[in-house]
């Protein structure tokens, strides 16, 4: 069975431009979340959806990051402006509701110069 | 969700037991304890989780005190593959259920 696949694995860009993540959780898995995770530090929780609904984005920075999971299944995360601080791991993870344990991907390395 | 503490790091011998000890002494009575660890460049995995009685699985064992304020995880014969930080996390069953990373342990196994 695929885990949790997420692309790209790296990205570089300049600040002020536009960045997306993709992840595809495991199939079956109606609980999708976003974490962000600086280096040395513990991921922290950006927004978490059950199915297509953000149940809990408190943590998202909504002046430039936004999320979607149209169909409950695939998402994106996008930065819009990236700023140099938002340089960090991307991690997506899903369960199979939100009860269970959650299986992480192996994140997107995001370095913005 | 319970704040753990965890040392910064450990060294364990290869072919020994890895043990790792977690603090949690404001877990309330609804709260499991989690294990994750993430291995360099990787994403966290899930090792093991429990409420009051010891686990076991194929990965590792859970030792939680009678009283819940800490637990211990056991790697019974650690490799080199174990090498990896450890993240002990206390969680509510039931309504939200984001998992507060914290630091971890860095648990280094020495050949």
């Known amino acids: 069975e695929a885990g949790v696949v997420q692309s790209p694995r790296y990205k570089i860009i300049e600040k002020k431009q536009p960045v997306a993540f993709w992840c595809n959780p495991i199939?079956?898995?109606?609980?999708l979340y976003w974490y962000l995770q600086n280096l040395g530090q513990g991921p922290e929780l950006l927004i978490r959806y059950e199915n297509e609904e953000a149940v809990d984005d408190s943590q998202l920075p909504k002046d430039r990051f936004s999320a979607e999971r149209l169909k409950g299944v695939d998402s994106t995360l996008k930065i819009q402006p990236a700023e140099l601080g938002d340089s960090a791991v991307y991690l997506c993870?899903?369960?199979?509701?939100?009860?269970?344990?959650?299986?992480f991907g192996q994140g997107t390395r995001l370095t913005v110069v | 969700d319970a704040k753990t503490t965890q040392p910064p790091s450990m060294d364990c011998a290869e072919g020994r037991a890895a043990n790792l000890p977690c603090n949690h002494s404001t877990i309330s009575g609804n709260e499991y304890v989690y294990w994750y660890r993430q291995i360099h460049s990787q994403g966290p995995q899930y090792i093991i989780h429990g409420l009051k009685n010891n686990e076991t699985n194929e990965m590792a064992s859970l030792i939680i005190t009678e009283d819940r304020k800490s637990s211990t995880l056991i790697l019974p014969h650690a490799t080199l593959r174990d090498t990896a930080v450890y993240y002990c996390i206390v969680r509510v069953y039931s309504g939200a259920q984001k998992l507060v990373f914290g630091q971890g342990t860095r648990l280094t196994i020495n050949p």
């Open positions: 993870a899903s369960s199979l509701d939100s009860n269970t344990e959650a299986f």
């Open positions: 199939s079956g898995h109606n609980t």
